[in-house]
Nanobody, 124 residues
Framework: QVQLVESGGGLVQAGGSLRLSCAASGRTFSSSIIGWFRQAPGKEREFVAG????????VYADSVKGRFTISRDNAKNTVYLQMNSLKAEDTAVYYC?????????????????WGQGTQVTVSS
């Protein structure tokens, strides 16, 4: 079983940057797809970005393409989400999630385990 812990959230002004980290424990991390999702108050959880086992394949939501970058360091059991040019509409709780099948998907129900989330607030 893999346990995920997010960190790096906070308050930032519009146009600023943050880097989120998703630290994992467990032997199967390097064989897990990792996805980042976010959920704003009153809204459904939405896919942000995903990365394959080896990091060779990444997928982004249209709303973050060109601004966010997902990467992973399997030696450190960590996945990162670099967020640049942040906008007020990026405000949400950000979650990382893992799935064992090596296909990046945007469906939350396809992921097997989740972190507890980290708050990102972008002031305009």
């Amino acid at each position: 079983q893999v346990q995920l812990v997010e960190s790096g959230g906070g308050l930032v002004q519009a146009g600023g940057s943050l880097r989120l980290s998703c630290a994992a424990s467990g032997r199967t991390f390097s064989s897990s797809i990792i996805g980042w999702f976010r959920q704003a108050p009153g809204k459904e959880r939405e896919f942000v970005a995903g990365i394959s086992w080896g990091g060779g394949r990444t997928v982004y939501a249209d709303s973050v393409k060109g601004r966010f970058t997902i990467s992973r360091d399997n030696a450190k059991n960590t996945v990162y989400l670099q967020m640049n040019s942040l906008k007020a509409e990026d405000t949400a709780v950000y979650y990382c999630a893992g799935r064992r099948v090596n296909v990046v998907t945007s469906l939350p129900s396809s992921y097997d385990y989740w972190g507890q989330g980290t708050q990102v607030t972008v002031s305009s």
